[in-house]
């Protein structure tokens, strides 16, 4: 039998064991998305003259 999953990404988590028997539905995997994400932040002007495109960060 074959598992697919509506997105690509990166199992984060397994929710059943081998051999175990499943119903219709019943959630097998947590795949995480992988790629780039956009997030909002704050940041205290005093550290504004470390920021530039592409300096990476700590989320």
Request: charged share 5%; net charge negative.
């Amino acid at each position: 039998m074959t598992v697919s999953a509506p997105i690509s990404g990166t199992i984060s988590t397994v929710d059943v064991t081998p051999g175990q028997v499943v119903g219709a539905g019943t959630p097998l995997f947590q795949v995480v998305k992988t790629g780039s994400a956009e997030v909002t932040v704050s940041v205290p002007s005093i550290d504004l003259p470390n920021l530039s495109i592409g300096v990476g960060a700590q989320v």
